[in-house]
């Protein structure tokens, strides 16, 4: 469905050489990048700010041109194409919108059909459909500029979906939306993927987004893919660990060491431990500590996706 091969975007930016002079400088924002996409994948795409992520959803949909290697989007190359791939492709920008401003947000909806040359049949099954997943008929009615973010947001997914695209970009699809709101989002995009009629491309900051919805994470920095795998691939290769969190009644004996496991933290005067869980599973870290001193209570916390990413940040800017 999507397939790059060495795709690369240069900029020309002008920098300053002296108090009157300026030179020109070309920054690579997108450097050789090689993927393929198969159709039905939900795909997260990540990478910190600057690192290319949004200038690769614009070469994808034809909105820049590579400055070298080849992209192809549905079997179209976007740019020369662009006009065919449209009508194969949505797209949601997080802080554009594609709606009319002052329209009822089911008129930007009507004039969408036309625009898409839909058949009517076809567009008001689409349509009924997202509004029983969306909640969208509080609305329907509502000029967009008086809409909240997160109703935006929802008809500007309607938007994206109404001509049945086989691809859907989303940049930042959440970005400022309260709890519910995205919420509700999410549980939109998860029962979309899991139909598998449409591939869909997100990225964000947001990593719970991308725990929730993505089976695969590729993580660009400084224009260059530096993972592509699954979330627990992640895990794996960046030392993600879990933690033991332990309650104690009376404090461990003094020297202590629990094997397979590293203590991190010991707080209230040795009453609470956190042990980094190295390998040792945590029923047997659970019995050993068991037979050492009086536990009260006990905890296992899963790893946060945001301190693997962090850690393979860290990783790639090392020298």
Not at 294 to 306: A, K, Q, T
Request: proline share 5%; net charge neutral; hydrophobic share 40%.
């Amino acid at each position: 469905m999507i397939r790059m091969h060495e795709l690369r975007k240069d900029f020309t930016v002008r920098v300053k050489a002296g108090r009157l002079r300026r030179t020109r400088r070309t920054v690579t924002a997108v450097d050789r990048v090689s993927l393929t996409v198969e159709s039905g994948e939900m795909v997260g795409y990540i990478g910190p700010n600057g690192a290319g992520k949004s200038t690769t959803l614009k070469m994808l949909t034809g909105v820049l041109s590579p400055s070298g290697g080849e992209v192809s989007v549905c079997g179209l190359t976007p740019v020369p194409e662009r006009t065919r791939l449209a009508l194969r492709i949505g797209v949601v920008f997080g802080q554009r919108s594609q709606l009319w401003w002052d329209l009822p947000l089911a008129e930007s909806f009507r004039l969408l059909r036309h625009v898409y040359r839909v058949p009517a049949a076809e567009h008001a099954a689409r349509l009924r459909r997202c509004r029983d997943l969306l909640d969208l008929d509080a609305f329907l009615d509502t000029p967009v500029r008086q809409l909240s973010l997160g109703q935006r947001m929802r008809g500007e997914l309607t938007a994206a979906l109404l001509h049945g695209p086989r691809v859907l970009f989303l940049d930042e699809p959440t970005i400022g939306l309260d709890v519910v709101s995205k919420q509700a989002v999410r549980s939109f995009l998860a029962e979309l993927g899991g139909t598998g009629d449409v591939t869909l491309v997100l990225t964000t900051h947001d990593l719970a987004d991308i725990e929730r919805l993505c089976d695969r994470l590729v993580v660009i920095d400084h224009g260059r893919v530096v993972h592509d795998g699954t979330i627990d691939q992640l895990h794996v290769r960046y030392g993600s660990r879990r933690s033991l969190v332990v309650d104690l009644d009376a404090p461990l004996p003094p020297g202590f060491e629990l094997p397979g496991a590293s203590l991190t933290s010991s707080e209230a005067d040795g009453h609470r431990v956190t042990f980094a869980l190295d390998g040792v599973p945590a029923g047997t870290a659970v019995a050993a500590l068991v037979n050492a001193a009086p536990v009260r209570d006990l905890s296992v916390v899963e790893p946060g996706i945001e301190d693997v990413v962090a850690r393979l940040y860290a990783a790639t800017d090392a020298p």
